[in-house]
Structure formats: C-alpha cells, structure tokens
C-alpha cells in the first residue's frame, strides 16, 4: 500500500471516529422520562359466548330439538340485541347412545346491564352453556385524552425529582389499551417524554 493511500485512509478513519464522538456526546444529552395514566370509561356493549344444545335417539331428532331451545333463547334474546351462528356440532354418547346437536352463537347487545338477568333466564330453556362474557365501551376517546394527560403529567413530576426543570423536547404516547375488569373498563397510556438537545429533532405533539 502506497503512503498516499495509508494517508488517504487514516484521514477516513479519523473522520469516522470523530462522527461517532459526536453522535454519542449527542445521545448523552438525551434524558428519557416516562409516565402512565389511566381513566375510566363506561362499557356500552357486551357480548355474550354461548351454545344451544338438543339430544335426541337420531341426529335429525337431536338437530329438531336444538331447534326448538332454539327459538326458545330468541324469545329471550331478541329484544336486546342480535345474535349470530358461529359453529354447529354434533356427537354421541356411547353411555347413553343419544345423539346431541349444538349451535355454537355469538350474542351483541348494547344494554350490556341487562348480561346478568340473560344469565338468569337463558338457562331455564335447557341445553344453553353459556362460556363467557365480554365488555367494551365503543369510543374511548375522551378516557384516552385524559389517560395520557395524566401520564404527562406523572412524567414531568418524575423529571423534577430528577432535578430537570426545562420543558421537554418530544412527547411520545408510547402505548395505550383498555382492559376489562368484570363491567368496569380502564385505559391506560403511556407516555414518553424526552428532555435536552437530541429531542429537538423527534419532537411532535401527542396524539
């Protein structure tokens, strides 16, 4: 290798590794502080997991039974929301020998304060297995907005504890979901907040 070409590349070298301090020196001046924020929100929709089942000596009997319960739990259902056919099985009991046949339903209702009264009459028709119940509020807007300023809002207490006083540079919602604890539903976000020099260039406004 000529000397020329061993300066050329030492040259190379000194520039890369001087770009390099830079960056670092860059990304010690970054200080990340997060916080979290919850709110509540009223559930306004609730469905309902469950199955209809009939048994018979033959699967035509067993199938004309389940059709019966069937329209048993639709006197029930009908009024407060819409269910839908999901599944559809069949089998039979070697101790018994009878045939059962089942239809696996999905129920969607918006008067989910009534789920616990349809637990109550649902079963009277026999062969309902009901398997779960699910809740959701279908706008958390609002209860998001208010999670996430209460996230910020922890952040920056957690920054002055730290001792930084200055305004952050970037704020960034990092997550936010809602979880279901029986009917009572809660969003929770996170935040970001991102203090000193590299945060200028990530900066933008949460969501």
């Known amino acids: 290798m000529t000397q020329r070409k061993r300066t050329v590349l030492s040259v190379l070298l000194i520039t890369l590794l001087l770009g390099a301090l830079s960056f670092t020196a860059a990304a010690t001046d970054l200080v990340s502080v997060g916080?979290?924020?919850?709110?509540?929100?009223?559930?306004?929709r609730a469905t309902l997991y469950f199955s209809v089942e009939g048994a018979g000596e033959t699967e035509d009997a067993a199938a004309a039974e389940s059709a019966r319960r069937m329209k048993e739990a639709e006197k029930i259902l009908t009024a407060f929301g819409e269910t839908a056919e999901t599944g559809y099985h069949s089998y039979t009991?070697?101790?018994?020998?009878?045939?059962?046949?089942?239809?696996?339903l999905v129920f969607?209702?918006?008067?989910?304060?009534?789920?616990?009264?349809?637990f109550e009459k649902l079963p009277t028709v026999g062969?309902?297995?009901?398997?779960?119940?699910?809740?959701?509020?279908?706008?958390?807007?609002?209860?998001?907005?208010?999670?996430?300023?209460?996230?910020?809002?922890?952040?920056?207490?957690?920054?002055?504890?730290?001792?930084?006083?200055?305004?952050?540079?970037?704020?960034?919602?990092?997550?936010?979901?809602?979880?279901?604890?029986g009917r009572?539903?809660?969003?929770?976000?996170?935040?970001?907040?991102?203090f000193g020099d590299g945060g200028k260039g990530d900066a933008h406004a949460p969501r």
């Open 108 to 118: 969607t209702t918006d008067h989910p304060e009534k789920v616990e009264e349809l």
């Open 127 to 181: 062969g309902v297995n009901l398997y779960c119940v699910s809740y959701e509020a279908t706008n958390t807007t609002d209860a998001a907005k208010e999670a996430l300023t209460r996230a910020v809002a922890q952040a920056k207490e957690k920054a002055k504890a730290l001792g930084i006083t200055e305004e952050p540079h970037a704020i960034r919602e990092t997550e936010c979901y809602t979880t279901e604890n």
């Open 35 to 44: 916080g979290e924020g919850a709110a509540k929100v009223k559930a306004d």
């Open 93 to 104: 009991d070697p101790t018994t020998s009878r045939t059962h046949v089942g239809r696996e």
């Open 184 to 194: 009572k539903l809660t969003v929770t976000c996170r935040a970001e907040l991102l």
